[in-house]
């Protein structure tokens, strides 16, 4: 059986953020294993909440469903993961896999991360795919991974899709979202899928990927990491914090940083009724309704002081910055030297802290390109680059000394 999900968008998380003691439900039990099943192409009820949760290892494919597509091999799929605090969650993915019949072996696995889309159900890329009005970025982004070589795996991320509210910038929750993407599409039934996985990501999507890359050996060991291309990583999210002050088009960044900390940690839901603004108070609430793409209704200030100056927020996003251990998948970074988002000197710091972890990582900047330009960047000459370390006609190189 299924039933609609409960409202648990931001304008709860909002009231829980002002209310003095909080005791949160106990998770539902989980029910006996059963195969993954397979829904009608568009049938909405895809998206409803199994009760009781299904049992199961995170990364089981929970059900599927075909979506129109006159180029590719388009799928939604819902898969079991796990929270910061290791309690069971369902996640909702895209899956673009070729028109064409596979290799000897299988497809080769691409993990995307996609860009920020906001904390709404509705900004979910697997929702968003079928809703044009919507015209989201990271769809577009999405579609443009399309390669023959590659199947395209896009987790929306936990929260998104799923029921919860969306954890932004926590990097555990990301990169397990991404890395359970890959073992539940190899369990699609319609996809042949060999052994070789990437991992691309652009924006958020870069930190995401970034820590699916330093979790993938313990997290999913089976699932080894030729590869990883980002752009424009919002690896750095304290200075993204610090700089969106600069920025009047960024300026709602700091309290989506606050939110998506917030949802994750007690203390951080129990600072966040001290930093919010009244009009603070008030986006959150109409972000659970639109995507950030949509211009904020209601003018900031939208926190009442720098988050890196109060605790426990300036811990917490000390913590989920990526790039601070060494692994064995070697890095791609792409940043346009033009970029008003993600500031160009971000990439940098990266770059400096994995060099001195001992990380094989080349960072190429883009002349004259901006934000949104360094995604095409990513599809383009990105994939290409992961296509050949894949296939060993690339050598990757490093930037570092």
Not at 252 to 260: D, E, R, V
Not at 272 to 285: D, H, I, N, R
């Amino acid at each position: 059986m299924t039933v609609r999900r409960p409202l648990c968008g931001l304008a709860v998380l909002v009231a829980l953020a002002c209310t003095p003691a909080v005791v949160l439900a106990a998770p539902p039990s989980p029910a006996a294993p059963e195969p993954p099943q397979e829904f009608a192409s568009g049938d909405p009820a895809f998206y409803d909440v199994p009760e009781p949760l299904p049992s199961g290892a995170h990364g089981d494919l929970v059900r599927w469903q075909v979506i129109d597509s006159p180029f590719s091999l388009r799928y939604r799929m819902m898969y079991l993961s796990e929270t910061v605090a290791g309690e069971p969650m369902l996640v909702t993915a895209l899956v673009d896999a070729p028109d064409e019949l596979p290799p000897f072996g299988g497809n080769q696995l691409l993990l995307y991360g996609h860009s920020a889309t906001g904390f709404d159900d509705a900004c979910a890329p697997s929702a968003a795919i079928d809703n044009p009005s919507l015209d989201l970025t990271a769809t577009d982004q999405i579609e443009s991974m399309s390669s023959d070589d590659w199947v395209v795996v896009s987790t929306d991320y936990q929260g998104l899709g799923g029921p919860g509210v969306h954890p932004l910038f926590v990097g555990v929750s990301e990169g397990r979202a991404m890395l359970d993407a890959g073992r539940a599409a190899r369990q699609l039934p319609t996809l042949y899928v060999g052994a070789t996985t990437a991992l691309a990501g652009f924006e958020q999507g870069g930190h995401a990927a970034l820590w699916a890359a330093e979790l993938a050996p313990h997290w999913t060991p089976e699932q080894s990491i030729v590869a990883a291309a980002i752009a424009a990583p919002a690896s750095e999210i304290a200075g993204l914090a610090a700089a969106a002050v600069a920025q009047p088009q960024a300026e709602t960044l700091p309290l989506a940083i606050a939110a998506g900390m917030a949802t994750t940690y007690p203390e951080a839901l129990v600072g966040l009724g001290s930093v919010l603004t009244p009009a603070g108070a008030a986006l959150l609430e109409q972000w659970s309704g639109v995507c950030f793409d949509a211009e904020a209704a209601t003018p900031g200030p939208y926190l009442a002081t720098d988050l890196a100056a109060v605790e426990p927020f300036a811990t917490m996003m000390a913590e989920n910055t990526a790039g601070n251990a060494v692994t064995a998948t070697p890095l791609l970074i792409l940043h346009a030297d033009g970029d008003q988002r993600v500031p160009v000197a971000h990439s940098a710091a990266l770059l400096d802290r994995l060099c001195a972890a001992g990380q094989v990582a080349e960072r190429r900047v883009i002349a004259g390109a901006t934000h949104i330009s360094t995604a095409s960047e990513l599809s383009g000459a990105g994939v290409d680059w992961l296509t050949g370390v894949a296939d060993g006609t690339v050598t990757p190189v490093s930037s570092c000394g």
